[in-house]
């Protein structure tokens, strides 16, 4: 789950993390009123919306005006700037061209800024450990540092059961070139924001830019901060933070009905109970020629009212152009699996091709419910098979789209 940049900020500031002064707003006047608060004359007006890039969009509205994050020096700027932003749709690198509707803006105290670093903090799998990773070059995306200089990035793996000490910053402070008492505000900086993350079951803690101010302060100007959705239950008061409008109405609806559902920009729908399966399926998918639509796990426990659900939810996309089930039947046997088909195939009334592949528990008794359905629904035996078939099917109703278009 990913909060906005001023949520963020405000749960690292109770963990010790300096952040600057700085207050949301909804409209302009609430960003003049924001405004007063702080002791000025420069002021920082930022877009929150879910994606990086904001300095360097654009709104739809305004092409070839300014950027989603502003510097000003007055008030009357500062009411400006929200009226530029607020209710418009920011394009970034990270949005694509339908952009997002800036609903808030935040309005933060200026900066003395000396120099922009990069850290961030994840979870890395490769060390089954959290990773420290810093860089001296601030303001980009680590991606593309990583692509064109990976030399610049330093990395620190923390043994969780020793946590983070002072010679885990240290390393990174003398890497960063930094010096003096720069070198002792790091590493609180880093300590503090290490302890938070593994408080609040942070997936991701990215600050970029991380500045150094010209007193030798260690600032985050910035903070992108995501949760591991299946720490939430410990954090509801972090999952009060979520904002619906941020997310692909899918994935919410899919989150709603307990299921695993990432939106993709393919044109297979894709049902699968086992995350791995569900990537191996995506996998074939693109092996044969085409490409999956969407993840999703219906998981262990699938019956037939998730099974109509997830149904529902693969085909409110309208790029779907046909549906690939591939079941391994263990908790969930095959033969409720099957029911679930039938009945959601029926209750939706389903349009596109829809291929099954069942394995498992109760196998042929899920097969014969499909084969006896009446329903067109095209049986697979292996996952090869159905990945073939699925394909061909989505390339028999483009032709065929084709043909009637002529």
């Known amino acids: 789950m990913n909060i906005h940049e001023y949520q963020g900020k405000e749960l690292l500031r109770r963990y010790g993390v300096t952040v600057l002064d700085g207050h949301v707003a909804w409209s302009a006047a609430e960003a003049v009123a924001a405004a007063k608060q702080l002791p000025g004359p420069v002021y920082v007006v930022k877009s929150q919306i879910h994606a990086g890039g904001r300095g360097a969009g654009r709104f739809k509205e305004d092409p070839n005006g300014k950027g989603g994050v502003r510097v000003v020096k007055s008030i009357e700027d500062v009411r400006a700037a929200a009226d530029a932003m607020i209710g418009k749709t920011l394009v970034t690198k ?53 692509e064109n200089h990976p030399e610049k990035i330093l990395k620190v793996a923390i043994d969780p059961a020793a946590g983070i000490s002072g010679f885990h910053a240290r390393k990174l402070a003398f890497g960063l070139g930094l010096e003096g008492k720069q070198v002792a505000a790091f590493t609180r900086f880093v300590t503090a924001l290490y302890g938070a993350f593994i408080e609040l079951d942070c997936m ?124 391994f039947g263990g908790i969930a046997k095959c033969d409720m699996i099957a029911e679930g088909i039938v009945v959601a195939s029926k209750n939706l009334d389903l349009k596109v091709p829809l291929v099954v592949r069942l394995e498992g528990t109760n196998v042929d008794l899920g097969k014969k419910i499909l084969a006896e359905s009446g329903l067109a629904i095209i049986p697979a035996d292996n996952l090869a098979d159905a990945a073939q078939k699925v394909v061909a099917a989505v390339n028999a109703a483009r032709a065929s789209g084709a043909t009637k278009g002529a």
């Open 204 to 327: 991701i803690v990215e600050i970029n830019p991380l500045v150094v101010t010209g007193k030798g302060d260690i600032v985050a100007l910035d903070a992108k901060v995501s949760f591991d959705d299946s720490a939430l239950y410990r954090h509801k008061d972090i999952e009060a933070l979520r904002d619906d409008s941020e997310m692909d109405p899918k994935e919410l609806d899919a989150i709603k009905n307990d299921l695993n559902y990432v939106a993709l920009d393919g044109e297979i729908g894709c049902m699968v109970n086992g995350a791995g399966l569900a990537m191996a399926t995506m996998d074939i998918i693109k092996l044969y020629g085409s490409s999956p639509a969407n993840f999703l796990d219906v998981g262990g426990t699938a019956n037939a009212a998730r099974v109509t659900e997830a149904f529902r939810i693969i085909t409110s996309d309208a790029n779907v152009k046909a549906i690939l089930v591939n079941i």
């Open 94 to 146: 990270q949005t694509g061209e339908h952009g997002k509707v800036v609903s808030r803006i935040y309005v933060e105290d200026g900066c003395d800024i000396a120099r922009e670093l990069y850290l961030g903090l994840l979870v890395d799998r490769d060390t089954s450990r959290v990773t420290v990773m810093a860089s001296t070059e601030g303001g980009m995306e680590i991606e593309e540092v990583a």
